[in-house]
């Protein structure tokens, strides 16, 4: 097996485990979503809309959307506070692969923590900054909540009717559904940027050593059009397209490494073993199918990532349609830490 076979494999595996990382915050988040909806429906449940005057409800959507500004506060706090130990742990993650698995001492340059929170902050994705992202939850939900009352002041209709169009219904999807939607790919996509920008900046500090970049998207019913398209793909260390491409984009990269003999002119290293060489190829990885590369994984993993019953299907030849874990399995971030450290123990490095 090449060196980029083995971190492709690694890679992947730590891919899923991200993807349970954020549903467990993503859990959190909504948590705290749900006392802006109780702070909007009492503030209107107080009071008999159609009675008041136009000033009067300029008064209270002003008042509405101060209280909607302060109620999302602690969730994009919290988001922040993830944004950035991600950051961390993501470094500390690739580091710890490369050096666990690559068979020379390539003397790779680690960005700091600092400066990965700070490039998270700087570079945009979809077109806006992280602060911007933050900033276009509660202003969203404001609108959405201003457009509600004041239609429904417009058409006559009574505060519960606008409180049950902001609620929803089991029919239709309210103001406060939309929102939770829109919080929970803000919250995905933030994180996904966050990690793909520590792996970018390990690749520019050590663009020298790594012989191009590749595309790894995760491939089931989901996948979008531009993530199919690149799955696979090479793009060279400092340049191309990155992660996330897209709202709830999944997809990752791998380096690939130039060969063995070429590290060993330019870090002027003596003597390579053979294997290193072997492996050292600078080849990409040979096969990034999801799908097929579960099959390859052991069956007590095809089950912690499927739930039994789903991996029993699988197994039994069922193709895997939708690349996602059983219902409700999250993991915290120091639940992750454990659980890609009992992963390195367990191949034996």
């Not at 742990?89 to 700070?118: C, H, V, W």
């Not at 509660?138 to 009574?158: H, L, M, N």
């Not at 690349?323 to 490095?349: H, P, Q, Y």
């Amino acid at each position: 097996m090449s060196l980029s076979d083995d971190i492709a494999d690694a890679t992947i595996r730590h891919q899923i485990y991200l993807q349970r990382y954020k549903s467990s915050v993503v859990k959190q988040i909504l948590k705290l979503l749900d006392n802006v909806e109780g702070d909007i429906v009492s503030d209107l449940a107080r009071r008999d809309l159609q009675k008041l005057t136009p000033k009067q409800l300029g008064g209270l959507l002003t008042n509405l959307k101060r209280k909607i500004k302060t109620g999302y506060k602690p969730l994009i706090d919290k988001l922040s506070d993830e944004v950035k130990e991600l950051g961390s742990y993501e470094k500390q993650f690739q580091m710890n692969m490369f050096d666990k698995l690559i068979p020379l001492n390539l003397s790779l340059i680690s960005p700091s923590n600092e400066q990965i929170y700070a490039a998270a902050r700087a570079r945009p994705f979809q077109g806006l900054l992280l602060r911007e992202w933050y900033n276009g939850m509660p202003d969203g939900t404001f609108r959405r909540v201003k457009s509600a009352i004041s239609q429904g002041y417009v058409e006559g209709q009574t505060t519960q009717q606008i409180i049950r169009t902001i609620r929803g219904t089991r029919a239709q999807a309210g103001i406060i559904e939309q929102s939770r939607r829109g919080a929970e790919a803000t919250v995905r996509t933030a994180l996904a940027h966050t990690a793909n920008v520590a792996r970018n900046e390990i690749y520019r500090r050590n663009q020298s050593r790594i012989k191009v970049i590749q595309w790894v998207s995760t491939l089931d019913g989901r996948t979008s059009a531009i993530c199919r398209a690149y799955d696979g793909k090479v793009f060279p260390p400092k340049s191309g397209p990155r992660p996330p491409v897209h709202i709830n984009c999944r997809s990752t990269t791998i380096a690939v490494f130039k060969t063995a003999k070429q590290l060993q002119k330019m870090l002027k290293i003596k003597k390579v073993p053979v294997a290193t060489r072997a492996s050292m190829n600078g080849q990409v990885a040979a096969d990034l199918n999801y799908n097929d590369w579960l099959k390859k994984q052991p069956k007590s993993f095809q089950d912690e990532v499927l739930g039994r019953k789903k991996g029993d299907l699988f197994r039994a030849g069922v193709p895997m349609d939708r690349f996602i874990d059983k219902a409700g399995n999250e993991l915290t971030l120091d639940e992750l830490k454990e659980r890609e450290n009992s992963s390195w123990v367990k191949a034996g490095l």
